[in-house]
């Protein structure tokens, strides 16, 4: 059984309808305010307001605040971004910046969402990343990096301006290309370990694009770098936002050059090749099915088997 390329990948998907149009009309904040159906997303640096967060709770969800809450009131146009619709209604974000100590509701509390992302519902995780990584983007850009004055958000929060008029650049979000590959040799794959990974766990390999390359260029040059092997063939898979802190993963299978030798460099301290074999009786420990790198595996492995990867390691 295969994936469904169509199918997205965690953090992803149509889970909200961004109406960037939106964005452009000046009265987008009255109008937003005076719709009772507004539902607020409460952020203090990277963390998120969640309730239900404790290890008990069986699935955490995101803790909207209505415009009467007084936390809500209490934001001026420079803390709120318009995420969009979600669920057919429209979503803020509120960012009340790292440190602050508000009066929450009984039972929410501010959460980093990576150790949660896997308990929370799909669509609520994919908005809580969109919202992190716009929270990260505003903490990294509170002052223009070319003159040094402080900045002010524009466009519902999308835009950052410098407020000197002398200097007035305009900063948008910004994303971090990195590429992560599994490379395989027909009925082996080659995976890696890092040093601060539980014991056991292996990953495929994955690095950042730098300037002046291509994607096909990064993978060729990662897998190289990383474990020694050169890679003949790489096909486009899929990609996925990973908001730790504001990466985009993008996602390919790729084909080892025959009798390639490993050489492990870089940041890992183990690079092995597993047979089908191993994977299917649970060797070596893998990462969480949310993650884009176990699409990949199991994509592959999949392929030529008729029990899912995913099923024989539940």
């Not at 149509?14 to 937003?32: G, I, K, M, T």
């Not at 519902?156 to 008029?165: E, K, L, S």
């Not at 050169?230 to 790729?254: C, I, N, T």
């Not at 030529?304 to 995913?310: F, G, I, K, N």
Request: proline share 10%.
């Amino acid at each position: 059984m295969d994936f469904e390329r169509d199918s997205p990948n965690f953090f992803s998907g149509p889970y909200v309808d961004r109406r960037s149009e939106q964005r452009e009309a000046a009265s987008w904040l009255s109008e937003v305010r005076a719709d009772p159906r507004a539902r607020y997303l409460i952020a203090s640096g990277t963390a998120q307001l969640i309730r239900g967060a404790g290890p008990e709770a069986a699935e955490p969800r995101i803790a909207f605040l209505p415009a009467d809450h007084p936390l809500v009131r209490a934001a001026g146009e420079a803390e709120l971004v318009l995420l969009g619709w979600f669920e057919g209604t429209p979503c803020l974000l509120v960012d009340v910046g790292p440190g602050r100590s508000p009066d929450l509701p009984p039972g929410t509390s501010f959460e980093e969402l990576r150790p949660l992302s896997a308990r929370v519902p799909r669509e609520e995780a994919a908005l809580l990343a969109y919202a992190r990584a716009l929270s990260i983007w505003r903490l990294r850009n509170r002052f223009c990096g070319l003159c040094g004055s402080p900045t002010r958000p524009e466009r519902a929060g999308h835009v950052i301006r410098c407020t000197n008029p002398d200097c007035a650049q305009q900063i948008f979000p910004r994303i971090e290309p990195a590429v992560i590959v599994l490379v395989t040799d027909g009925e082996r794959a080659l995976l890696g370990r890092q040093p601060t990974w539980p014991p056991g766990r292996y990953s495929t390999i994955a690095g950042f694009v730098e300037p002046g390359e291509s994607l096909e260029d990064a993978v060729v040059r990662e897998v190289l770098e990383e474990t020694g092997v050169r890679v003949k063939r790489v096909d486009y898979h899929s990609s996925q936002p990973w908001p730790f802190p504001s990466s985009l993963m993008l996602g390919f299978h790729a084909v080892a050059e025959a009798n390639a030798s490993i050489q492990v460099g870089g940041e890992l301290d183990d690079v092995r090749w597993f047979s089908r074999e191993e994977l299917a009786s649970g060797i070596p420990l893998l990462p969480p099915a949310h993650a884009i790198s176990f699409r990949l595996i199991a994509d592959w492995f999949d392929a030529r088997s008729p029990v899912p990867l995913a099923a024989l390691r539940a």
